[in-house]
């Protein structure tokens, strides 16, 4: 798996892990960001994304209003041109044997290319963990990423 690129995840992971909150594959069309991997582990935490962009810019234009940063969320351009949204906030841990295949256009593996952009993910993205390891919730349907490592065999 290559850091960066995004993937479609077995139909098998969300049966196994039957989480009710999982962002699912949408028929596999779905795709998921790989954020990074804990190498001590071979666990690699995944993004879902979605294209409701105009949802969670309020959401996050809400929180910014309040004074309160949004590490939740993230808005990019890809390089399918298309604005996509970052759902940090549902991000899961996974094993390899669960990724069925590349997500691609036109042949291509989509992939995150700006450094800028996948370091802000990053970013964002260990500090949600770190909280999720603390056990905060973030929305009422939020996976359980905690009972999935465990699963997992963290």
């Known amino acids: 798996m290559e850091k960066n ?55 996050m234009e809400k929180k910014k209003a309040k004074g309160r940063s949004c590490d939740t969320l993230h808005i990019a351009k890809l390089d399918n041109d298309r604005e996509s949204v970052f759902l940090i906030q549902d991000m899961f841990p996974i094993k390899e044997e669960y990724i069925e295949r590349e997500f691609t256009i036109a042949g291509n593996h989509l992939r995150l290319t700006s450094e800028h952009v996948a370091r802000e993910i990053e970013r964002k993205a260990k500090k949600v963990l770190g909280m999720l390891r603390r056990g905060v919730k973030f929305t009422p349907t939020q996976p359980d990423v905690m009972a999935i490592l465990k699963k997992l065999g963290e």
């Open 5 to 59: 690129g995004f993937y479609i995840i077995k139909d098998q992971f969300f049966t196994d892990m039957a989480d009710p909150y999982l962002k699912g594959n949408k028929e596999g069309n779905r795709p998921h960001y790989y954020c990074f991997e804990d190498v001590r582990t071979e666990i690699y935490w995944m993004i879902p994304l979605s294209s409701r962009i105009d949802k969670y810019r309020k959401i």
